[in-house]
């Protein structure tokens, strides 16, 4: 039968809060094999009169569905319901769902940003703040608004108002704070109530706020600021609002939470561990009660529409090591982003235990921390005065799959610690396994990868003394990243965060959020491209700064999102027009490559060509066919000076690297066939002299089995991926890693590479994942194709077995609904399972031999194979040669 299922606004459920005056919905049509033809939608006010009804629109779409009724009021729920009607006629409805609004652009008048004493620098006790009063009436809902510059945990009546990390989250703080939204109804209690918080340095002007800044500058600011409205409507219809000011209270910092820091880490001191401050009654049981000072920020206060940072899963150690010095040394088993819990059962006074993390452990056995650089990494916790302490830093963050524990008081047993790993990854979305257990690793090691360097926003690593948004690591990584995870509202953020990042030229930046100097808050842009200067920094860097264009592009193409696309639209347009006029435009480059530098002006025109033809394709999706024109005749003036200055006249590259050759095939940039051709010759040439392995850097490596790939050298993509000597993809997982490497030479034989610079967690060289959706198991976008497929309403099946391999299974929870790929080889027949969901539509290409007879629900159209929506089981299918050109 069916249903209408996963109802969500702005890609979220049910949320609170939110400040977008035409907001989207999106519903799937599961429990059938059929296709919707028509679609309502209802949305009413709390007390039921209806706000919106579209009627009956004849359409198959379920996504990206704005509405269209009354303007939507500040702080008022909303109920919405969607109907819809199959082909046969049938009428399916939809369960309720809801949003409630925020302040709409009503402003924050009821409250000021506030702070306590503000302390000597960064790396100082957190501050706590708090604000007695009175509930005289019966209530019928609370909601709590809260932001801060800095992180905060809220509290009401000394119970934690969310279980989410570091709100409210990292912004490019001069141009946007974000605030969060939470229901404190069932918290409150008639008579005295406390809202409280306590507000940490965070990414605001924790160490991570001036790293690289001149004269070590504090970046946006000394110390950390808190602003927050408790809106409570009273059962009589009256409100009141509890705003921020002199009226609050604060308490000289933290004497528990001593310290707080992304790089340092945290300190606690349970020996004064007062909870009396976050209770009713704390101006005569607290201590070192004082006032608050207000102050002004001149940023905007928004919605966060991104996605928080939680704890997705705890990990105990798969083993505890007491060391001859007494110490313990911890393996988690798998190298996560995170924090430790730690569990005392008995009365240990005084007792300081120290915990200090790492990726990895030495030749000797004993943890190494080479790759921290000034990062210390460690906490420090002095325990209470009584029995049973449960504690997990709060704001501060680890990458670590080994810890090494110090005066621990007692015997320590599996349940005494448990790693908390956090991360702002949605629903797992794509699934991938076959028969090379080292690959299914590899693949593990991806998803680990990206749950631990996504915190808040797409960083490089989460060990270190930098944990930036690398723009170019971000957009290398995007579609593997939507394939794996759920992340619209993640990338929907962070891209704004992109974009108030810019510099004064236009051009996107090579980090967002980009830290300013303190100096820089007056000049704000032009002070941040000062400090953060890179090749070419004045059109931006190729490779990087594309993030701004790729990445909008990309949550267009994988959830039928067009509005980013016309939000971006100008900034866009205006960093490629940018680009077209710089003389020289600067790259990074081909960063990490091993020995086989390709030139930066290669990359950057290569590059440049690329993001034309891009936003020619996002302007052609607007209808700004004006501007597709004339990108267009720019982009084909500057594919000839390209193929001038970089192909000889016999069409041979200049540039003798994989990463030129695989460029040059993928982004269509030979002048001719024949030089294609010369390309695809020189790429395996270069692969096969250097005994099947790579040597590309983090812009080559996902454009190298696609290379081969589209020339027909299947047989070679797939022994290069399965190449386990070094350096390749499966080398590190043949030495144990649990995450993939910034560099592939991270480890080798056993030594670190001498660089600091050597995350063991980082995901760019795991866009590879992407090669194993789409080509190992078939399962494409084709929202490139035709902009009615966006969203995955129509996409492609078309799996390419190959190498050792004997089966392989990909599966994908589309926003239509769960796409399934599996085949297995017997011999020189394959059979072939796959999964069309409701209401989408499949182009089959198989991956052997067409069979005469196709079942129902298979039908020709031209040169197409078309699936309606179901499950199709082929056996026994005969098998072409595994080199056969890549199909159209």
Same mark, same amino acid.
Request: glycine share 10%; net charge neutral.
């Given at each position: 039968?069916?249903?209408?299922?996963?109802?969500?606004?702005?890609?979220?459920?049910?949320?609170?809060?939110?400040?977008?005056?035409?907001?989207?919905?999106?519903?799937?049509?599961?429990?059938?094999?059929?296709?919707?033809?028509?679609?309502?939608?209802?949305?009413?006010?709390?007390?039921?009169?209806?706000?919106?009804?579209?009627?009956?629109?004849?359409?198959?779409?379920?996504?990206?569905?704005?509405?269209?009724?009354?303007?939507?009021?500040?702080?008022?729920?909303?109920?919405?319901?969607?109907?819809?009607?199959?082909?046969?006629?049938?009428?399916?409805?939809?369960?309720?769902?809801?949003?409630?609004?925020?302040?709409?652009?009503?402003?924050?008048?009821?409250?000021?940003?506030?702070?306590?004493?503000?302390?000597?620098?960064?790396?100082?006790?957190?501050?706590?703040?708090?604000?007695?009063?009175?509930?005289?009436?019966?209530?019928?809902?609370?909601?709590?608004?809260?932001?801060?510059?800095?992180?905060?945990?809220?509290?009401?009546?000394?119970?934690?108002?969310?279980?989410?990390?570091?709100?409210?989250?990292?912004?490019?703080?001069?141009?946007?704070?974000?605030?969060?939204?939470?229901?404190?109804?069932?918290?409150?209690?008639?008579?005295?109530?406390?809202?409280?918080?306590?507000?940490?340095?965070?990414?605001?002007?924790?160490?991570?706020?001036?790293?690289?800044?001149?004269?070590?500058?504090?970046?946006?600011?000394?110390?950390?600021?808190?602003?927050?409205?408790?809106?409570?409507?009273?059962?009589?219809?009256?409100?009141?609002?509890?705003?921020?000011?002199?009226?609050?209270?604060?308490?000289?910092?933290?004497?528990?939470?001593?310290?707080?820091?992304?790089?340092?880490?945290?300190?606690?001191?349970?020996?004064?561990?007062?909870?009396?401050?976050?209770?009713?009654?704390?101006?005569?049981?607290?201590?070192?009660?004082?006032?608050?000072?207000?102050?002004?920020?001149?940023?905007?206060?928004?919605?966060?529409?991104? %996605?928080?940072?939680?704890?997705?899963?705890?990990?105990?150690?798969?083993?505890?090591?007491?060391?001859?010095?007494?110490?313990?040394?911890?393996?988690?088993?798998?190298?996560?982003?995170?924090?430790?819990?730690?569990?005392?059962?008995?009365?240990?006074?005084?007792?300081?235990?120290?915990?200090?993390?790492?990726?990895?452990?030495?030749?000797?056995?004993?943890?190494?921390?080479?790759?921290?650089?000034?990062?210390?990494?460690?906490?420090?916790?002095?325990?209470?005065?009584?029995?049973?302490?449960?504690?997990?830093?709060?704001?501060?963050?680890?990458?670590?799959?080994?810890?090494?524990?110090?005066?621990?008081?007692?015997?320590?047993?599996?349940?005494?610690?448990?790693?908390?790993?956090?991360?702002?990854?949605?629903?797992?979305?794509?699934?991938?396994?076959?028969?090379?257990?080292?690959?299914?690793?590899?693949?593990?090691?991806?998803?680990?990868?990206?749950?631990?360097?996504?915190?808040?926003?797409?960083?490089?690593?989460?060990?270190?003394?930098?944990?930036?948004?690398?723009?170019?690591?971000?957009?290398?990584?995007?579609?593997?990243?939507?394939?794996?995870?759920?992340?619209?509202?993640?990338?929907?953020?962070?891209?704004?965060?992109?974009?108030?990042?810019?510099?004064?030229?236009?051009?996107?930046?090579?980090?967002?959020?980009?830290?300013?100097?303190?100096?820089?808050?007056?000049?704000?842009?032009?002070?941040?491209?000062?400090?953060?200067?890179?090749?070419?920094?004045?059109?931006?860097?190729?490779?990087?700064?594309?993030?701004?264009?790729?990445?909008?592009?990309?949550?267009?193409?994988?959830?039928?999102?067009?509005?980013?696309?016309?939000?971006?639209?100008?900034?866009?347009?205006?960093?490629?027009?940018?680009?077209?006029?710089?003389?020289?435009?600067?790259?990074?480059?081909?960063?990490?490559?091993?020995?086989?530098?390709?030139?930066?002006?290669?990359?950057?025109?290569?590059?440049?060509?690329?993001?034309?033809?891009?936003?020619?394709?996002?302007?052609?999706?607007?209808?700004?066919?004006?501007?597709?024109?004339?990108? %267009?005749?720019?982009?084909?003036?500057?594919?000839?000076?390209?193929?001038?200055?970089?192909?000889?006249?016999?069409?041979?590259?200049?540039?003798?690297?994989?990463?030129?050759?695989?460029?040059?095939?993928?982004?269509?940039?030979?002048?001719?066939?024949?030089?294609?051709?010369?390309?695809?010759?020189?790429?395996?040439?270069?692969?096969?002299?250097?005994?099947?392995?790579?040597?590309?850097?983090?812009?080559?490596?996902?454009?190298?089995?696609?290379?081969?790939?589209?020339?027909?050298?299947?047989?070679?993509?797939?022994?290069?991926?399965?190449?386990?000597?070094?350096?390749?993809?499966?080398?590190?997982?043949?030495?144990?890693?649990?995450?993939?490497?910034?560099?592939?030479?991270?480890?080798?034989?056993?030594?670190?590479?001498?660089?600091?610079?050597?995350?063991?967690?980082?995901?760019?060289?795991?866009?590879?994942?992407?090669?194993?959706?789409?080509?190992?198991?078939?399962?494409?976008?084709?929202?490139?194709?035709?902009?009615?497929?966006?969203?995955?309403?129509?996409?492609?099946? %078309?799996?390419?077995?190959?190498?050792?391999?004997?089966?392989?299974?990909?599966?994908?929870?589309?926003?239509?609904?769960?796409?399934?790929?599996?085949?297995?080889?017997?011999?020189?027949?394959?059979?072939?399972?796959?999964?069309?969901?409701?209401?989408?539509?499949?182009?089959?290409?198989?991956?052997?031999?067409?069979?005469?007879?196709?079942?129902?629900?298979?039908?020709?159209?031209?040169?197409?194979?078309?699936?309606?929506?179901?499950?199709?089981?082929?056996?026994?299918?005969?098998?072409?040669?595994?080199?056969?050109?890549?199909?159209?």
């Amino acid at each position: 039968m069916p249903v209408l299922a996963d109802l969500t606004t702005e890609y979220q459920i049910d949320p609170l809060g939110m400040d977008e005056p035409w907001p989207r919905f999106a519903y799937r049509l599961t429990g059938s094999r059929t296709m919707q033809t028509e679609r309502r939608m209802v949305v009413k006010e709390d007390g039921g009169r209806a706000v919106w009804d579209s009627g009956w629109v004849r359409t198959g779409e379920s996504i990206q569905i704005a509405y269209a009724g009354e303007p939507l009021k500040p702080f008022t729920r909303y109920t919405w319901r969607a109907e819809a009607r199959t082909e046969e006629g049938r009428a399916v409805a939809g369960g309720a769902a809801s949003f409630e609004t925020g302040f709409l652009g009503a402003g924050w008048s009821a409250s000021r940003w506030i702070h306590g004493p503000a302390g000597q620098g960064n790396y100082h006790p957190a501050a706590r703040l708090a604000r007695e009063f009175t509930v005289a009436k019966p209530l019928a809902r609370a909601r709590l608004y809260a932001t801060a510059l800095g992180v905060y945990t809220p509290f009401v009546n000394g119970r934690p108002a969310t279980g989410d990390r570091f709100a409210p989250g990292w912004t490019q703080y001069e141009e946007r704070v974000q605030y969060q939204a939470y229901d404190v109804t069932a918290l409150l209690a008639p008579g005295t109530n406390v809202v409280a918080t306590l507000v940490g340095d965070g990414w605001f002007c924790g160490t991570i706020s001036y790293v690289g800044m001149p004269d070590n500058e504090c970046g946006w600011g000394r110390y950390p600021l808190f602003r927050a409205e408790l809106r409570l409507d009273y059962a009589d219809g009256t409100t009141e609002t509890i705003g921020t000011d002199k009226t609050w209270s604060s308490f000289y910092l933290d004497p528990a939470l001593l310290n707080n820091d992304f790089y340092l880490g945290e300190e606690y001191d349970a020996m004064f561990d007062d909870t009396a401050w976050k209770l009713p009654g704390f101006k005569t049981r607290a201590s070192s009660v004082g006032g608050v000072r207000e102050t002004d920020w001149p940023a905007p206060i928004v919605w966060n529409a991104g %996605a928080p940072v939680r704890v997705i899963r705890e990990l105990r150690p798969v083993s505890i090591t007491r060391r001859p010095s007494g110490t313990y040394l911890l393996d988690f088993g798998e190298n996560v982003a995170g924090v430790e819990r730690l569990t005392l059962m008995g009365a240990h006074p005084g007792a300081v235990i120290v915990v200090r993390h790492g990726e990895a452990l030495d030749a000797d056995g004993n943890l190494w921390r080479g790759n921290l650089a000034f990062a210390k990494a460690m906490t420090i916790l002095t325990c209470g005065r009584g029995p049973g302490l449960v504690y997990a830093p709060s704001f501060t963050c680890y990458g670590f799959r080994f810890a090494e524990v110090s005066g621990w008081p007692e015997e320590m047993t599996p349940d005494s610690v448990v790693a908390l790993v956090l991360s702002s990854v949605g629903t797992r979305t794509g699934r991938f396994a076959c028969s090379n257990e080292l690959v299914n690793r590899l693949y593990e090691n991806v998803i680990r990868s990206q749950e631990g360097n996504f915190i808040d926003v797409p960083t490089d690593c989460p060990q270190r003394c930098e944990r930036f948004g690398w723009t170019g690591d971000a957009q290398v990584f995007a579609e593997t990243a939507m394939m794996n995870f759920a992340v619209p509202a993640f990338f929907t953020k962070w891209i704004a965060d992109v974009d108030a990042a810019r510099a004064p030229s236009g051009a996107f930046p090579v980090v967002a959020p980009n830290p300013p100097s303190e100096t820089g808050m007056k000049t704000k842009a032009s002070r941040r491209a000062e400090v953060r200067a890179r090749p070419g920094s004045g059109s931006g860097s190729a490779g990087w700064s594309d993030a701004g264009v790729v990445c909008p592009w990309m949550v267009y193409r994988k959830y039928g999102d067009v509005r980013i696309l016309e939000r971006e639209f100008d900034a866009i347009v205006g960093y490629v027009d940018l680009q077209d006029a710089a003389e020289k435009p600067g790259t990074i480059g081909d960063h990490l490559n091993l020995d086989a530098p390709t030139v930066g002006s290669f990359i950057a025109q290569a590059l440049r060509i690329e993001m034309m033809r891009l936003a020619g394709q996002i302007a052609a999706r607007l209808g700004r066919e004006d501007v597709r024109a004339r990108l %267009a005749a720019r982009r084909a003036s500057r594919l000839d000076g390209f193929r001038a200055a970089f192909f000889t006249p016999d069409g041979e590259l200049t540039e003798r690297t994989q990463t030129a050759a695989a460029m040059a095939i993928v982004y269509d940039l030979a002048p001719d066939a024949a030089a294609r051709e010369r390309a695809r010759r020189l790429l395996v040439a270069d692969i096969e002299n250097r005994g099947t392995h790579l040597s590309t850097g983090f812009l080559g490596t996902p454009v190298l089995l696609r290379a081969l790939t589209e020339t027909g050298e299947l047989g070679l993509a797939y022994r290069l991926l399965e190449q386990t000597g070094y350096p390749s993809w499966l080398y590190p997982v043949t030495q144990g890693a649990t995450s993939i490497w910034e560099r592939w030479n991270a480890v080798v034989e056993g030594k670190f590479h001498e660089s600091w610079m050597n995350s063991l967690n980082h995901y760019a060289y795991g866009s590879v994942a992407a090669w194993f959706y789409d080509t190992i198991g078939g399962i494409r976008d084709l929202a490139e194709e035709d902009p009615a497929c966006r969203g995955w309403k129509r996409f492609r099946l %078309a799996p390419r077995p190959g190498g050792t391999l004997t089966h392989a299974e990909a599966s994908f929870l589309s926003p239509y609904g769960t796409i399934e790929s599996a085949w297995q080889r017997r011999g020189g027949t394959v059979d072939w399972r796959f999964t069309v969901p409701c209401n989408t539509t499949a182009e089959i290409v198989f991956p052997a031999a067409v069979p005469p007879v196709l079942p129902e629900g298979i039908t020709r159209d031209g040169g197409r194979i078309l699936a309606r929506p179901g499950t199709y089981v082929f056996t026994g299918l005969a098998l072409e040669c595994e080199s056969r050109p890549e199909r159209p």
